[in-house]
């Protein structure tokens, strides 16, 4: 049985408070306490001790909150007390001030503690919905090793632009990995109506060609809903039939993909097609047909997108993709993808566009 899918992102979880927040109202008390010590007699430095339950509100919850406030009261009284002014009136104001402030202190705990819980569980409705567009890549598929990476350019986001899907069909294994024009949430919605299209049609359109018409027809409606007709987006896509010693590839407008074999690496020569969503549709017998890439043993398909290729450096040089990968040495798919997702970090840092990249390779 092929192994369980891995995802592709990390599970929604809570951020950890700074440990530096959590450490504020010890150091506002330690501070009250060393002014204590240092300060005339006469002078009780408990005032300090006033904004102690508002600072406590950013790094505890309500109760604790409103234990610190109980604390601080204790603490001033205590002080005062020992420099004999407990009874003055400045200091029953500050008193008076200091449970104001725990009211409003604890109050504004309950307030964020409300709010974190109500982000946390929007976020992880939102991580539910992305995985339902963007699925994990599956370890195997009829017959082919496969690892992908995906990495939005926005970290706070887990969709972007780029899409992938891999389904295991009567026809083979068909894979899609594209790119759509645009960012934000429009593109999102391309990517879902283009993932939706290929995961319907791939199991019942038995021409690879078709399959990718199908898709431009996909964005083209798309475009008509929304008014632009600027909407496009470049895909490659991929057919591999169990136990056979190549794969057949459309590329409509897509970066170029890539053979890892014997060493070498070398880009796949694809017919030059437009990118989905420019009416290229033309008479079947007009049309490029799939094509046909010679697999030798151990060799693995890499497909991309143009995050990996047009990343740059601090000086603006592009990622010098085949260059690096030349010097990997083995080629399974696993370790391209991650030796990929390490070094494009490390020579570009932070992404200015998504990245997608399916690595395939026969059993």
């Keep these: 049985m092929p192994a369980a899918p891995r995802p592709p992102h990390p599970a929604v979880e809570q951020p950890p408070t700074p440990g530096w927040v959590l450490w504020l109202p010890v150091i506002l008390l330690v501070l009250d306490l060393i002014a204590e010590a240092v300060v005339p007699d006469a002078v009780a430095a408990g005032f300090l001790l006033t904004a102690l339950p508002v600072v406590a509100a950013f790094s505890y919850g309500p109760v604790l909150t409103a234990t610190t406030t109980g604390g601080a009261l204790t603490l001033q009284i205590l002080l005062a007390l ?18 104001l402030s725990g009211v409003m202190g604890t109050a504004l705990s309950w307030q964020r503690t409300r709010q974190n819980r109500t982000l946390l569980q929007a976020r992880t409705v939102a991580e539910t919905l992305q995985r339902t567009v963007l699925r994990p890549v599956p370890d195997r598929a009829g017959g082919l090793r496969v690892a992908g990476l995906y990495r939005p350019a926005q970290a706070e986001v887990l969709v972007g632009g780029d899409l992938y899907e891999v389904c295991d069909t ?7 990995l594209g790119d759509v024009r645009g960012k934000g949430l429009g593109a999102v919605r391309t990517v879902a109506d283009v993932l939706g299209a290929f995961r319907s049609a791939a199991h019942d359109t038995p021409d690879l060609v078709d399959l990718a018409d199908q898709l431009d027809r996909a964005v083209l409606r798309d475009a ?34 890539l053979l890892l074999a014997d060493g070498t690496i070398s880009p796949v020569s694809c017919a030059d ?12 017998d007009a049309r490029s047909k799939p094509t046909a890439v010679a697999l030798p043993p151990g060799a693995t398909v890499l497909l991309y997108t143009d995050g990996v290729s047009e990343a740059r450096d601090a000086a603006g040089s592009f990622y010098p993709l ?30 200015a566009d998504d990245l997608a990249l399916l690595a395939l390779t026969p059993e």
């Excluded at 009567?170 to 899609?176: E, K, N, S, T």
């Excluded at 600027?230 to 794969?247: H, I, K, M, N, W």
């Design 82 to 99: 020992r420099a004999g002014h407990i009874n003055e009136q400045h200091h029953v104001w500050v008193y008076i001030a200091t449970a």
């Design 170 to 176: 009567r026809f083979g294994v068909r894979v899609l």
């Design 224 to 257: 008509a809903d929304r008014g632009d007709d600027e909407l496009f987006a470049t895909a490659v896509l991929l057919q591999y039939r169990p136990g056979s010693d190549c794969v057949e590839i459309v590329n409509r407008g897509h970066t170029t993909p």
């Design 273 to 284: 097609e437009l990118p989905l969503g420019l009416a290229h549709l033309g008479p079947a």
């Design 322 to 351: 085949a260059a690096r990968l030349a010097a990997l040495g083995t080629a399974t798919p696993d370790r391209v993808v991650s030796f990929l997702a390490q070094d494009v970090h490390t020579f570009a840092g932070l992404l």
